[in-house]
């Protein structure tokens, strides 16, 4: 007998990243998308920089009935002197890591004729945040909690929406503004976590930081790549962006070795707060 899978179609990613991005199935999701990594690695996927994709009547992000959505201020209190504290610290951190899954699907299949390394990027990160949601997922489960326990906000979210009319838009303000966010606060939450001798969630931290370094480098690197293009200087096309999409304002500490490191320029860390 022949092998079939010779004859079906190959897979094409944008498309395939909008499927994913739209089941609900928080696991189905996280295994999905490392097939869909490993198939485009042995390329088995092919790419289609051209298509305009439509999500119809997909709703986005495909997400479980659970975790509840509340605004920020409603979002539960992370006291770290109990478990429950501490887990919900760390399944706000889920969500957010979640919704980053989502983030980079939809950075793949929104936006058309960016070059394919674009698009291989946002790939590679997608399926980094499908390892951070994981190990922190399992971290929350030895406390005895799960993803969905706890009601959470959608800020990260919110930001995807604003911005999916524009892939400038969406690099200035979601990899180097929101995620840009997590390099500043990142290390404050580890050190809470080192205070009590919680070394688990330091190393799932530290494994968080290194990452997330080079999720805003890539945003770092497309953002000025489509300033380049468009004639635009990355300050001054920043501080537009930001006003348009209302951003939000940005607050110290900044971590401005992790800044740095992931490709702001001396000038742009000097504008920081400002
Ligand atoms: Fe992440
Ligand atoms: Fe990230």
């Not at 709703?59 to 992370?78: F, W």
């Not at 899954?101 to 299949?109: C, G, M, R, Y």
């Not at 503004?177 to 990142?186: N, Q, S």
């Amino acid at each position: 007998m022949g092998d079939l899978s010779l004859l079906s179609p190959m897979l094409e990613l944008r498309e395939t990243s909008l499927e994913i991005l739209a089941n609900t199935d928080v696991q189905a999701k996280v295994s999905q998308l490392y097939h869909l990594f490993d198939e485009y690695q042995h390329q088995h996927i092919a790419l289609n920089l051209s298509a305009s994709l439509d999500a119809q009547e997909l709703i986005l992000p495909g997400r479980p009935l659970k975790p509840e959505l509340v605004p920020p201020l409603q979002a539960p209190k992370r006291r770290m002197t109990t478990v429950e504290g501490r887990a919900i610290l760390l399944h706000s951190l889920a969500h957010i890591e979640f919704n980053a899954i989502n983030l980079a699907l939809d950075a793949i299949w929104r936006f058309p004729n960016m070059p394919d390394q674009y698009y291989e990027d946002w790939l590679k990160v997608a399926k980094e945040e499908s390892y951070h949601f994981t190990i922190v997922n399992e971290h929350i489960r030895s406390f005895g909690f799960t993803y969905g326990d706890f009601p959470a906000h959608n800020s990260l979210w919110e930001m995807v929406e604003r911005t999916k009319d524009a892939v400038i838009a969406r690099m200035a303000l979601v990899p180097r503004t929101m995620e840009a966010r997590g390099l500043d606060a990142v290390p404050m939450i580890r050190d809470r976590f080192k205070q009590i001798k919680e070394l688990t969630a330091v190393d799932i931290l530290e494994i968080i930081l290194r990452d997330e370094v080079g999720h805003v480098a890539i945003g770092n690197h497309w953002f000025n790549f489509l300033c380049a293009k468009e004639g635009l200087s990355p300050i001054s096309a920043y501080r537009d962006l930001a006003r348009k999409y209302c951003a939000p304002k940005l607050r110290g500490p900044f971590n401005l070795e992790a800044r740095r490191q992931a490709g702001f320029s001396e000038e742009e860390l000097s504008l920081l707060g400002v």
